[in-house]
């Protein structure tokens, strides 16, 4: 008892309190504790919107989309199928991917592709259309062509002779009238460049959407971090609901393609604008910095030393690897929007034909399979597609089909011409012009684009011709 009477007692001052050094280290502890709960609602704080996502929202939206997916409709048997397809994809022989053909063909069939037409960009010995894919490769469909940076071309096949001629050395007009003359189609990709000839007349087609465009709008409203955030928070769990955060409509788009089918014929796709290219990865170096590495490039886009090094050198030895996430694979880009090709067989030729008649539409297939799909016109014994164009004459009506009950926009020369809640729709027709659908479904009350289709040309009798 004395003893231990004799410890506390030299355990406290003559007040009673406990002494000064035991006084600081529980200060210490607690002013530890403060900070570190301090810092934990300051990230609790910063990830509230990603959090609210990962265990509230998109669960909420995944069970509404499961839900959906129960009521899709089997395509009908009239003889033509939805063939997906993917119009814009890069590989190792551009310059900013270093995609394996191995890696595409894999993905592709992952995601259900069935026709994939390559787009890499020009080199000097123009590889990008000699040492492309072409043909059938495990089921797939490839396509050779090559994207520059004023145009997008594909071809039915291998292409031969001068290709530098037919890449860089020509003028625009005339380059585009030697892809035609070898069987090719110009596309105009990235609508969103200022400096596209949208005068000329001797292009083919025009994408309606294009991934890339949004991605470049995240980083022009300077987004990027709230973009990258929710991807480490939400990206593996739900790959095509985080990719969503940048998915715009594309409105003006779709109306610079009105304007132009107006006139003439012109063909819409969905640019996938894959490179799986954009890889965010964490590495100590050799001095014990920590290294940001961002998209292709060898070096690192910054590299932290300090506080944040320590911890890399604590967490990793050497120069390892510490943490690594590719933002967009192959599967992802492939899944997200596709160009559906009506045709009546799965065929190198009767596919290009398909996209060379526009007998085609886009959707976000995402998130709801499109197949089943169908936009036509019947006047008798006269019956057009999506893609068609033929002269007006009175009586005829358009058809409409979608895979499930949901909201369908019939579009005439660029305007709302009616909407209807239903699974399939027969409007008649009382005049001439330019035809197209938008379908949209409901998730959890917000209202989503899903299918844009081309257009049925009903002409009158001043109507350009195609």
């Known amino acids: 008892m004395t003893d231990n009477n004799g410890s506390q007692a030299r355990a406290r001052g003559s007040d009673g309190l406990p002494k000064p050094r035991h006084r600081g280290l529980r200060i210490g502890c607690f002013l530890a504790l403060v900070l570190i709960l301090a810092l934990l609602g300051v990230a609790l704080w910063l990830l509230r919107t990603p959090l609210y996502k990962r265990f509230v929202l998109y669960p909420r939206y995944a069970r509404a989309l499961a839900e959906l997916k129960t009521r899709l409709a089997a395509p009908p048997d009239d003889g033509w199928t939805d063939f997906r397809s993917v119009v814009h994809s890069h590989s190792y022989l551009s310059h900013d991917s270093i995609g394996t053909p191995a890696e595409i063909v894999a993905a592709a069939k992952k995601v259900g ?65 030697n892809v035609a003359k070898r069987g090719g189609l110009v596309i105009y990709p ?34 990027v971090g709230e973009f990258l955030l929710e991807e480490l928070v939400l990206g593996r769990r739900f790959p095509m609901l985080a990719f969503r955060v940048m998915q715009r409509e594309p409105v003006e788009f779709l109306a610079r393609w009105d304007d132009l089918n107006a006139k003439r014929h012109v063909i819409g796709t969905a640019g996938n ?68 090709l009506l045709a009546r067989e799965h065929s190198p030729q009767a596919l290009f034909e398909a996209l060379a008649q526009g007998h085609n539409y886009v959707a976000f297939a995402g998130f709801l399979d499109p197949r089943g799909f169908r936009f036509s016109y019947r006047n008798g014994d006269v019956t057009a597609i999506m893609g068609d164009e033929l002269a007006f004459q009175p009586g005829g009506s358009l058809h409409i089909r979608v895979p499930l009950e949901t909201e369908i926009r019939l579009i005439r020369d660029g305007t709302l011409h009616s909407k209807y809640s239903d699974q399939e729709v027969t409007a008649p027709v009382t005049e001439p012009g330019l035809y197209r659908v938008e379908a949209r479904f409901s998730v959890g009350g917000e209202s989503w684009p899903w299918i844009y289709s081309s257009p049925i040309h009903l002409l009158s009798s001043d109507s350009p011709p195609g």
């Open 273 to 340: 604008d894959a490179h799986q290219n954009v890889r965010l990865a964490l590495q100590r170096t050799e001095e014990g910095k920590l290294a940001v590495y961002f998209g292709v490039e060898e070096e690192p886009e910054a590299e932290l030393g300090g506080v944040v090094g320590w911890i890399a050198g604590w967490v990793a030895e050497g120069t390892e690897e510490i943490w690594a996430r590719q933002v967009d694979p192959y599967e992802r880009s492939f899944a997200f929007v596709n160009t559906f």
């Open 190 to 223: 990235h609508p969103e460049e200022g400096k596209r000839r949208w005068d000329i007349v001797n292009f083919h087609g025009m994408e309606i959407y294009n991934i890339h465009t949004d991605f470049k709008e995240v980083i022009a409203a300077k987004r």
């Open 113 to 177: 592709i069935e026709a994939i037409f390559m787009t890499d960009h020009p080199t000097a010995d123009n590889r990008q259309l000699s040492h492309a894919l072409s043909g059938d490769a495990s089921g797939v469909i490839f396509f050779p062509g090559y994207e520059s940076g004023e145009n997008m071309a594909v071809f039915p096949g291998p292409v031969t002779g001068e290709l530098n001629r037919l890449v860089q050395l020509l003028p625009l007009e005339k380059k585009f009238d």
